[in-house]
């Protein structure tokens, strides 16, 4: 019975995934799910293609984004929008700002990298953001520029060996080559996901690094005030005890619970489409969103 799965979180080379936005979704349906969504880091550009491809296959589609929001460091906080109208002019003019924040980071992060002798340009890290993508197919979505993007030529280059590394030693928080991205409040990231239609969805609770769980909730409830309609309960970086925390989280607060694999393709080679730590997303967390969606 393949129709029980799904997958709510996947990346395409819209942003810092690795597949174009077709292959994602076909690789969804080879992977035996029925229902998914598209999750991109600040960009909607690959929706029109992933609907497009779901519709041909059969697969249930809802649009998605990911959204980095504000949050003190080590933490991040990552707000995933679902069922957004891509057509709405709210969520334009922010995806419009996401990218122009990236747009006056990464050019700072190359020219540091290039003042301590590591030869990369901006032009590669674009080529790089076209990710797999033949020039023979179709034109495929313009892709928002990430630091996976820029990880991954230092690993090519033999710079550092992994993209952990680069992270660790370029590109994180208190590495050699860091630059924050402008973000935006948390606030505001929830209210643009609610104007252009969508439900607000606080992504990986894990990420935030909370202290413990009295921050977390403190967290929680901040994000509920403002508005916040789920949790992301299954996801590939939560230990079993964790998702059933967040799971009683999701209980406590009227939150629906959601779930995904957080999908980068090469970029993330460990995780497969479909599976969150070997298991199966069910269905019914993708029937749950759908309800409170039609109930806005
Ligand atoms: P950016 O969009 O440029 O802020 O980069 C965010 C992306 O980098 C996300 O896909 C993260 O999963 C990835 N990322 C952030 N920190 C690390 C890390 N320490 N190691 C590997 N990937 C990371
Ligand atoms: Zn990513
Ligand atoms: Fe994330
Ligand atoms: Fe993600």
Redesign the pocket.
């Known amino acids: 019975m393949s129709n029980r799965f799904i997958d709510l979180h996947c ?1 395409s080379t819209a ?2 995934g690795s597949l174009p936005p077709r292959e994602v979704v076909r690789l969804g349906k080879a992977q035996g799910i029925s229902a998914m969504s598209l999750t991109d ?2 960009t909607i550009a690959g929706i029109g293609e992933a609907a497009e491809t779901a519709a041909e296959l059969g697969i249930d589609f809802i649009p998605g984004i990911e959204i ?1 929001a504000e949050f003190p460091l080590p933490g ?1 906080l990552h707000i995933l929008g679902y069922g957004i109208d891509p057509n709405s002019s709210v969520l334009r003019a922010m995806t419009d700002a996401l990218v122009a924040g ?1 747009d006056n ?1 990464n050019p700072k992060i190359v020219e540091k990298l290039e003042s301590m002798g590591v030869a990369i340009s901006m032009e590669e890290v674009e080529q790089e953001a076209r990710g797999d993508q033949k020039t023979t197919e179709a034109v495929s979505p313009p892709s ?5 993007h820029i ?1 991954a030529i230092l690993v090519r280059k033999g710079y550092v060996t992994s ?2 590394q ?3 030693k370029y ?2 928080p208190g590495g050699l080559a860091y630059f924050d ?1 402008e973000r935006l409040s948390p606030a505001l990231a929830l209210q643009c996901i609610k104007d252009s239609g969508g439900i607000p969805v606080l992504a990986h609770p894990v990420q935030l690094r909370t202290e413990n769980d009295a921050q977390l909730q403190n967290v929680l409830k901040n994000l509920v005030d403002l508005g916040l309609g789920g949790i992301e309960v299954l996801h590939s970086d939560h230990t079993p005890d964790q998702t059933e925390k967040y799971r009683a989280l999701a209980r406590r607060y009227n939150l629906v619970p959601t779930g995904g694999s ?1 999908f ?1 393709g090469r ?2 080679e460990k995780i497969s489409l479909g599976y969150v730590n070997g298991q199966r997303v069910p269905r019914e967390l993708f029937e749950q969103l759908k309800e409170k969606l039609n109930h806005k």
């Open positions: 990346h942003s810092d880091h600040d980095s991040t990236r980071r928002v520029i990430g630091r996976p990880a993209v952990k680069a992270f660790d590109l994180a991205k957080d980068h970029s993330k």
